[in-house]
T-cell receptor, first 114, second 113 residues
Framework: GEQVEQLPSILRVQEGSSASINCTYE??????FPWYKQEPGENPKLIID?????ERKQTQGLIVLLDKKAKRFSLHITDTQPGDSAMYFC?????????????FGIGTLLSVKP | NAGVIQTPRHKVTGKGQEATLWCEPI?????VFWYRQTIVQGLEFLTY????????DSGMPKERFSAQMPNQSHSTLKIQSTQPQDSAVYLC???????????FGAGTRLSVL
């Protein structure tokens, strides 16, 4: 299978707190896991990614974790700001001849309250 | 670098009409992807080209949807006999080699009345 499940679908947090989004994937051959942020009326933009040879990656207040055994990966936003409010999508790479396509989760709408 | 360019930004068609959506990938990118975005389904993969060759069209509704990439500078997605359920934002993305970051265009919002 190629499904990617993403939870929660809606996440409301207070400014300054952390936010976590979790995704699971089905295909054990997936080796690339990007996260995209989409603001209203805009196109999705890559914010951070991780490959299967890593378990953790951190950049500018974002942390991604990858558990290959559990086929699970997550995004953690520390010290959230109102500007972090947006739609977030996780994705996993496909397999076989289509190894380069990305299968996206349904998305998480993050709302950061001042 | 103008990014991925999609035209038109908005298209309104009547039920049964044809719609053609255009995408110009980032110069030098060899892979072009088409996705459809709706609130209910999220980002659905439609089809993918690499070096202009179709690689995977497993997400394309077989009967009315078709995609082409006649040259390295543009791809088209054609929907024949449009139906209200085709209403969505159609996103085109390109990547350098198909293995890395996807850069999305602004999308074409298709509304079928």
């Amino acid at each position: 299978g190629e499904q990617v499940e993403q939870l929660p679908s809606i996440l409301r947090v207070q400014e300054g707190s952390s936010a976590s989004i979790n995704c699971t994937y089905e295909n054990s051959a997936s080796n690339y896991f990007p996260w995209y942020k989409q603001e209203p009326g805009e196109n999705p933009k890559l914010i951070i990614d991780i490959r299967s040879n890593m378990e953790r990656k951190q950049t500018q207040g974002l942390i991604v974790l990858l558990d290959k055994k559990a086929k699970r990966f997550s995004l953690h936003i520390t010290d959230t700001q109102p500007g972090d409010s947006a739609m977030y999508f996780c994705a996993a790479s496909g397999y076989g001849s289509s190894g380069n396509k990305l299968i996206f989760g349904i998305g998480t709408l993050l709302s950061v309250k001042p | 670098n103008a990014g991925v360019i999609q035209t038109p930004r908005h298209k309104v068609t009547g039920k049964g009409q044809e719609a053609t959506l255009w995408c110009e990938p980032i110069s030098g990118h060899s892979a072009v992807f088409w996705y459809r975005q709706t609130i209910v389904q999220g980002l659905e993969f439609l089809t993918y080209f690499r070096n202009q060759a179709p690689i995977d069209d497993s997400g394309m509704p077989k009967e009315r949807f078709s995609a082409q990439m006649p040259n390295q500078s543009h791809s088209t997605l054609k929907i024949q006999s449009t139906q209200p359920q085709d209403s969505a934002v159609y996103l085109c993305a390109s990547s350098l080699d198909g293995k890395n970051t996807l850069y999305f265009g602004a999308g074409t919002r298709l509304s079928v009345l």
